[in-house]
């Protein structure tokens, strides 16, 4: 692979890398403590996770979900209200679940069949859906109380007995990464069979040992702080899901189709409104369940949460290359750049940078991620 | 001493890794018809835009003299200056203004103070309109108007910026035979006026009708020009000189091996405009395929073939359809496309850009869209599998690509076909419906998409083949049917038909109306 290639294909990965180690300087390490590091995901799970559905959205052609951090809250403030009366935590989580969904339903079906603006109609449920969480609310800050809730997002995975360093993270890094290279190298086979090759098997093969690599780095200091949180557990069910969904299951070409041509994707007997439907359904679903993590670990629920929570997430896909006119982007672009959006954030508050430029750095990286794309493609395209 | 008004010298344009012109020269004499032929992919449009400025002074090499005068040209607005206006393939007209609007766009006539003279701007769109025949008031939208009449706003547009060299890159390829020579014959009346126009064409008979010359550019080089002063040409010369080889058959040959066995039937069917719900866009049409049979659906633009089509293929145009359609024998009520794909149905668009191929996405992707059950289990895509089979249909179409991973937008027109063809094929359809299969792609590629049609009915598949060029039709098909506004109008067996036939066919069903 020639070096400018190689430059174009990992620009974000390389963007993270450089952050990462410029945050990690201008902090003196502090970036790297296992505690920082541990919390740099649970603080942004909701990112994580919500920019898996938003990218669902955007590639059906750049469209975007603004209600989700309304669906946050009214998700959270529906589990809150309902552990406060004494409902088990079963229950409010079902509760609140089936309300994101009912949401979903919803506003897939005035999207995908009734064919109205995805731009207005989530508008819409922002206000909609902030106003019940707030009558539910009662305008009231609500405390999250129930144990077995909050254990259930918000514990880590520690052996009986043991206190740390609580190497059984260690373990559980090491066996996911032999795994991951088994894998690969099943994968490898079956290429050879086919006699198509994507790429150079070396190359792939090194690839995996990286990711391995960080993989083991990171569970290192997981095990030097509290072991695994549930959280982490949470949060890579549905990015595993949702990159398998989008880059291996046929539903989830349909996606790229429609965002790419939604004329020729419906002569080709694909059922656009489906997609649509689809796309904003797992939104709200996700917002939903995003709640929950919120509200348990913030451990308190009031009207306002969840505010802009839905721009993180857009912000997120843009920066890790989903196009701005649909059809092209991936579940794990978007993690970096969620990740991303992630150290800028938690490098500027532990170097002490003050709220109001936060906004501008923040503005500044999301519109140069853009504009770097716009440009690369726009060049690759003419010649 | 012939009078050039353009002469350009050793043009030579690099891309990274590509020359797509070496060492060019093109002169035009003033006040002739020159035509600029050549295969997909050969260098013309490259050519012109060097030309028009597109591609500034300094990305190429070579001399532009116009007029006696050498020029370097910075952009589309120096060229212009001198009067030489290029008109693109693809329109650059907007739907939601007027025709005088578009006709002054980038050039409107303003006051100083930058104030638009709308008074002004309407009774010279008038003006412009009536040198063109064009009757529509000025005031009226572009998206109003017919492709046919859109192409004559373009050209009064450029009339307005006083062309003295007008260039057209393919002003036919979206217009019928009749649209297309009443745009010939105004070129030929305007160059009595002394207009000197470059045409940029794949079609050779209008060639033949309007150039005086004949330039014929071959990968990225100018190979020879001809005469054409009694406007006679043989178009099997033109065509040597284009591929460097004799085509001694422009239509494959094909053993004639209809069944009997009905494989699809129309009965009775009617549709109307999905908007103007009370205007008819099909009317009474029955007709039926057999195995191993071609058969061509002729007719002007809007004659309603495409509209018939599309709604055949599982109502995906128009509404209040009714009408009885059977696939082998049995009635089908098809209620979506993907009901009439499970039933063995293709439709492959006339428009492959618009609705036919997601240009971003790679071949290998586009290839499958429309049976995508045969390259997973459980809704699991088989990703070896998938570029497995996307580079059989690379090899079998003759597809030029480095790798199926090539987004389809980066190919040529041809080779966009073929992968839109290899879509639809893939769907394994017993009956597969081509509108306009051929449009805008060259000689050798036309070759060999008659050639995998050809397979296709050998294989006991049946093809209906819609097309607005009638030599492809008389050179292809078993049956032709004939439409007129909606009605079908005449049939045809291969024997039958000739050009004059379906002509009149069609216009003494016009006189009736």
Redesign the interface.
């Given at each position: 692979m020639k070096v400018s290639t190689f430059l174009k294909k990992y620009t974000m990965i390389l963007a993270l890398v450089i952050v990462f180690i410029f945050f990690t300087v201008l902090t003196n390490g502090k970036l790297l403590y296992a505690q920082n590091v541990s919390n740099l995901l649970l603080q942004n799970a909701y990112v994580l996770i919500m920019a898996c559905g938003m990218l669902l959205c955007i590639l059906t052609g750049g469209n975007v979900d603004l209600s989700v951090g309304s669906t946050l809250c009214l998700s959270a403030a529906l589990s809150a209200k309902l552990l406060s009366i004494g409902v088990p935590a079963g229950v409010a989580i079902l509760v609140s679940l089936l309300v994101a969904a009912v949401i979903g339903v919803w506003q897939g079906w005035l999207i995908g069949y009734v064919h109205i603006p995805p731009f207005i109609c989530t508008l819409a449920g922002m206000f909609l859906f902030r106003g019940f969480a707030r009558v539910i609310l009662s305008s009231k800050t609500i405390a999250v109380m129930n144990e077995s809730f909050l254990n259930l997002f918000t514990s880590y995975i520690q052996p009986e007995g043991s206190e740390g360093p609580y190497n059984s993270a260690i373990v559980v890094g090491v066996i996911i990464a032999v795994c991951l290279l088994v894998f690969k190298f099943y994968s490898i086979g079956?290429?050879k069979?086919?006699?198509?090759m994507?790429s150079s098997p070396v190359g792939q093969i090194v690839k995996t040992l990286i990711i391995d690599a960080v993989i083991i780095a990171y569970t290192v200091l997981l095990s030097q702080y509290k072991g695994i949180p549930v959280m982490l557990i949470w949060i890579l069910v549905v990015v595993v899901i949702f990159a398998f969904l989008t880059s291996?299951?046929?539903?989830g070409?349909y996606f790229?189709?429609v965002g790419?041509?939604e004329?020729?994707?419906?002569?080709?007997?694909?059922?656009p409104r489906k997609v649509y439907f689809v796309a904003y359904f797992l939104m709200s679903f996700l917002a939903g369940f995003s709640g929950l993590l919120v509200g348990a670990r913030i451990g308190s629920v009031d009207g306002n949460m969840g505010n802009s929570y839905e721009m993180d997430a857009i912000a997120s896909c843009f920066i890790g290359g989903a196009s701005a006119y649909g059809?092209?982007g991936t579940v794990p672009g978007v993690m970096v750049g969620a990740i991303l959006l992630g150290v800028i954030n938690q490098g500027m508050s532990i170097y002490g940078l003050p709220d109001q430029w936060q906004y501008v750095v923040k503005g500044g990286v999301l519109l140069a991620a853009v504009v770097f794309d716009v440009v690369s493609n726009h060049k690759t395209g003419k010649? | 001493m012939a009078d050039y008004i353009l002469e350009m010298k050793s043009i030579t344009k690099l891309?990274?890794g590509v020359k797509a012109l070496d060492n060019v020269n093109l002169q035009v004499e003033r006040g002739e018809i020159h035509a600029l032929v050549g295969e997909n992919g050969a260098g013309k449009s490259t050519l012109m835009n060097v030309l028009s400025g597109t591609i500034p002074h300094g990305e190429y090499t070579g001399d532009i003299v116009y007029n006696g005068q050498e020029c370097q040209f910075h952009n589309i607005h120096d060229s212009e200056k001198l009067g030489i206006v290029i008109i693109h393939q693809e329109l650059a007209l907007i739907p939601e203004l007027t025709i005088a609007e578009n006709m002054f766009l980038g050039n409107e006539r303003k006051n100083s103070f930058g104030k638009i003279n709308w008074n002004e701007t309407y009774k010279q769109a008038s003006e412009q309109m009536k040198r063109v025949g064009l009757k529509e008031s000025s005031n009226v939208l572009i998206k109003d108007i017919g492709t046919g009449k859109q192409q004559l706003v373009e050209i009064a547009k450029a009339l307005s910026k006083n062309v003295k060299l007008l260039i057209l890159d393919e002003p036919t390829s979206s217009l019928n035979e009749e649209d297309s020579k009443m745009l010939l014959d105004m070129l030929l009346g305007f160059k009595k006026e002394g207009l000197t126009s470059i045409i940029i064409t794949h079609k050779l008979n209008e060639v033949a009708y309007c150039a005086d010359r004949i330039t014929v550019v071959r990968d990225g080089s100018t190979i020879e020009t001809m005469e054409n002063p009694n406007h006679d040409i043989d178009e099997e010369r033109i065509i040597k000189g284009m591929v460097g080889r004799e085509l001694t058959d422009r239509y494959p040959a094909r053993e004639h091996k209809i069944g009997k066995e009905v494989l699809f039937q129309v009965k009775n069917w009617e549709v109307y405009h999905p908007v103007y719900t009370e205007k008819c866009m099909a009317k009474n049409i029955s007709f039926e395929v057999h195995k191993g049979e071609v058969v061509g659906f002729s007719g002007l633009q809007g004659a309603g073939r495409t509209e018939l089509m599309m709604s055949l293929?599982?109502k995906?145009y128009g509404t209040k359809i009714s009408g009885q359609e059977f696939i082998n024998g049995q009635e089908v009520h098809l209620k979506?496309?993907?009901?009439?794909?499970?039933h063995g149905l293709a439709?492959a668009?006339e428009d492959r850009k618009?609705?036919?191929?997601?240009?971003?996405?790679s071949i290998a992707?586009n290839t499958t869209?429309?049976?995508?059950?045969k390259i997973?289990k459980r809704?699991?895509?088989d990703?070896?599998?998938e570029?497995?089979v996307a580079?059989e249909y690379v090899a079998a179409m003759k597809t030029k690509t480095p790798s199926v991973q090539q987004a389809v937008g980066n190919l040529s027109g041809g080779n966009q076909q073929k992968v839109l063809l290899s879509?639809w094929m893939f769907a394994e359809p017993d009956v597969l419906i081509l509108d306009e299969p051929t449009r805008g792609i060259d000689v050798g590629a036309k070759y060999e998409i008659y050639g995998i049609i050809n397979d296709m009915v050998a294989q006991g598949k049946a093809v209906i083949m819609v097309s607005s060029e009638l030599p492809e039709l008389l050179g292809m098909c078993d049956n032709i049917y004939v439409m007129n506004e909606g009605r079908l109008v005449g049939t045809f067996t291969a024997e039958d038909a000739t050009q004059e036939k379906i002509m009149s066919a069609i216009l003494s069903s016009k006189d009736k109306a």
């Open positions: 079956k290429q069979k086919s006699g198509y994507n291996s299951t046929v539903f070409r790229y189709a790419g041509n004329k020729a994707t419906k002569l080709s007997g694909i059922d059809g092209s010649s | 891309y990274p293929f599982g995906s979506n496309e993907h009901d009439a794909i499970e439709y668009t618009v609705n036919g191929l997601v240009l971003e996405d992707w869209m429309a049976k995508m059950s997973s809704g699991i895509i990703v070896n599998k570029n497995k580079n879509k």
